[in-house]
């Protein structure tokens, strides 16, 4: 019988790999692709929770200093006397304050912008104006008038003029006078008008009440949002009628792994699952603190 004494050939052929092998090494490569990216991704989520703190720690210090200037008051938000409108989204400010934030007391515009948000990818050129542009926005804000101190003093509507950020934000120096606007010229019990100011939640009086957070809300048409955390739920909400057109819900529960930076008026910063008590701000969406 002839053989085949080639060790070449032989050699090529207990080289080469069978289909079972090949399936083999194939499921090692899927299974430790499973395990590796959810621990990439959660390193990476950690990551940004720790920049997310550190740019709402820097922007808590800015506002200490905003508001030795200004009377002790914060930025305003959106909603303005004689707009006619309750603050449209919690994450709007008046751009005549964001920019003096910005060209006066150097807050980095990166600041504004959570690290696990897509806007991150984009950076400070994907924020909206009211006005359209950045461009436009900057050359209207030598016309605007100051902020007024209380809603007696606002001369304008300034609906307009406002500039959108990714962190939730709290602040505001008035309420609007336009019924069906309530009549606390200090603004909505949840809002922090100065940093010395109390707000008022259900039935228990914050003395040291969250300026500005991550974004955590919940929407009983479409779910919840968040920025960090993993899943979570709500299984139901009554939203109850408070100073009107504001509103304050109860969760019954939420299920989940949330953890939001939250930055207090006090300038310090915690991670905290978002409280079952609530905010409204636009619609039907209602905001964690």
């Known amino acids: 019988m002839a053989s085949d004494s080639n060790p070449f050939r032989r050699r090529a052929v207990r080289d080469g790999f069978t289909l079972v092998e090949l399936l083999v090494v194939i ?27 550190t740019n709402l720690r820097s922007l808590g210090q800015i506002f200490v200093l905003f508001a030795r ?38 807050a980095n515009q990166q600041l504004f912008i959570c690290p696990s948000t897509p806007t991150a990818r984009i950076g400070p050129s994907a924020f909206p104006y009211g006005e359209g542009s950045e461009r436009a ?10 902020n007024p101190r209380k809603v007696q003093q606002g001369e304008k509507d300034l609906t307009q ?25 200090d603004g909505a019990p949840f809002e922090v008008t100065r940093l010395g100011r109390f707000t008022h939640m ?16 919940y929407q009983p048409r479409t779910g919840y949002h968040y920025n960090h955390g993993h899943d979570w739920s709500i299984p139901s909400f009554d939203a109850t009628p408070s100073l ?12 989940g792994e949330v953890r939001i930076n939250v930055l207090y008026s006090d300038g310090h910063v915690a991670q905290k699952s978002p409280d079952l008590r609530s905010f409204y701000s636009s619609g039907d969406s209602y905001f964690f603190r």
């Not at 499921?27 to 703190?53: D, H, M, Q, W, Y």
């Not at 962190?167 to 006078?177: F, K, L």
């Not at 259900?202 to 809300?217: F, H, R, Y």
């Not at 057109?245 to 299920?255: F, L, Q």
Request: hydrophobic share 35%; aromatic share 12%.
């Open 137 to 146: 926005a900057r050359a209207e804000v030598d016309e605007l008038p100051d």
């Open 244 to 255: 009107s057109p504001w509103y304050r819900g109860t969760a019954s529960s939420h299920n």
């Open 161 to 185: 003029y406002w500039v959108g950020f990714d962190y939730a934000y709290m602040g505001r120096n008035i309420q609007e006078a336009l019924a069906p606007g309530g009549d606390d010229v």
């Open 27 to 53: 499921g090692i490569i899927s299974i430790l692709t499973a395990i590796i990216f959810p621990v990439i991704g959660r390193a990476r989520e950690s990551a940004n929770r720790v920049k997310c703190a």
């Open 69 to 106: 200037d200004h009377h002790g008051r914060v930025p305003e938000g959106q909603n303005t006397p004689y707009s006619g409108a309750g603050g449209y989204n919690i994450t709007w400010m008046y751009t005549k304050d964001y920019f003096v934030l910005v060209d006066d007391y150097g």
């Open 202 to 217: 259900g039935t228990e009086d914050d003395t040291n009440p969250p300026l500005m957070a991550d974004q955590a809300w």
